[in-house]
């Protein structure tokens, strides 16, 4: 049999290793940041749900010929490039 002050020890130590392993890993992952199993079906369903949702919005994008919005590009350059463009103030003078 151990004396008790062994016995404490042993107890006391164990629970600070594992306050101390809690602690690391609630700062490297916080509760609430990875989803349980539960909820896992769930969060799948919905984003393949939004992934339909884009694709059939896209499809409409390209259908109308405005997929040039959804590269994100500027939207002021024509869709043929830099080099079709016109000098400045060539078309439209006042008459006067």
Known sequence: ????????????VSLLV?????????????????????GFPKAVRRRFARTRGYAWLSRI???HGLERFLTGG??????NGPSSRRPCGSRWRRPG
Not at 18 to 38: C, D, Q
Not at 74 to 79: G, L, T
């Open 1 to 12: 049999m151990q004396p008790p002050a062994l016995l404490t020890l042993e107890i006391g």
């Open 18 to 38: 594992a306050m101390v392993f809690l602690a690391a890993t609630e700062v490297l992952i916080p509760s609430g940041t990875v989803r349980g199993p539960v």
């Open 61 to 63: 994008f390209v259908r």
């Open 74 to 79: 500027s939207r002021r350059a024509p869709p």
